[in-house]
């Protein structure tokens, strides 16, 4: 059996090249200048530090599977007939749709201080092999490879992935696995994370609406989350619209970008 490993790397990029580089160390009265820093930095180093992430990764899969045979169930069996891992990097651009969509996502971020990343991500797609589309993020892709292929795991950092996924997911950064969630949870998630917006991001939730609230409209079994309740939370619809087309990861289909409209 063949399966899909789809790895947003965005991250990979970063801490590989962090750990590639001297780094400020504040806690014990150390600071590398910036130019110290710049000239410290290995690519080589870098890449293989991504590719031993990624190998780690796999290898994850590896032992899934065959805790799967260990307990009898049906997909251990890949371990005896042969497990075959089809792994495939995805990175973000600079500016995706969602730049074009608000001019303010992610405006609050500062620039990265980590040398090296755009190089690295040169070094991957020439040894490696990457895919990157022109303004989508890597979540996007993720998602969407999880709907469109067949026998999908997603690796990645993100609950926001981890929370819309339809097929079971890698954690990363915690090194453990999650279940895939559900379509009508998948829903309900998305209608949570639109009203409660994302600071990371900048994207503004609906106003005088935390996390208890936003929970209590979503949870709520007596009065399910319907598009008419969510776009009451806003001052009008275009931006009840505009909140979910932001939070939204599964907007590409079949190659093409389609905007969320209410179905």
């Avoid at 790895?7 to 110290?36: F, M, P, R």
């Avoid at 990343?117 to 993720?142: F, M």
């Avoid at 990645?156 to 949870?185: G, L, R």
């Avoid at 939370?233 to 990861?249: G, P, Q, S, Y």
């Amino acid at each position: 059996m063949t399966y899909n490993l789809v790895i947003d790397a965005d991250s990979i990029l970063y801490t590989s090249c962090y750990n590639a580089q001297l780094a400020d160390k504040k806690s014990i009265d150390v600071s590398y200048t910036e130019e110290v820093r710049k000239a410290s930095f290995n690519i080589e180093k870098a890449y293989l530090y991504f590719c031993a992430k990624v190998a780690r990764i796999e290898a994850m899969v590896y032992s899934r599977h065959r805790e799967e045979h260990i307990k009898g169930n049906w997909r251990g069996k890949d371990i005896i007939d042969g497990l075959n891992i089809n792994i495939e990097i995805i990175f973000s651009p600079k500016h995706t749709f969602r730049n074009d969509l608000s001019d303010i996502y992610k405006a609050n971020r500062k620039p990265s201080a980590i040398f090296g990343i755009s190089d690295l991500k040169k070094l991957v797609k020439e040894r490696y092999g990457a895919t990157e589309v022109p303004n989508l993020e890597a979540d996007d892709i993720v998602i969407t490879r999880a709907y469109e292929q067949d026998n999908v795991y997603i690796a990645c950092i993100d609950k926001d992935i981890t929370t819309h996924s339809p097929v079971d997911c890698i954690n990363y950064n915690e090194w453990e696995w999650s279940d895939y969630v559900d379509a009508e949870t998948i829903e309900n998630n998305y209608y949570y994370q639109a009203l409660l917006g994302d600071p990371t991001d900048n994207i503004k939730g609906a106003k005088g609406i935390g996390e208890r609230g936003a929970t209590a409209l979503c949870d709520n079994l007596m009065e399910p989350m319907t598009y008419d309740i969510f776009i009451s939370k806003f001052t009008d619809e275009e931006e009840a619209i505009l909140n979910m087309r932001l939070v939204r990861l599964d907007q590409y289909k079949k190659g093409e970008l389609e905007l969320w409209v209410n179905q």
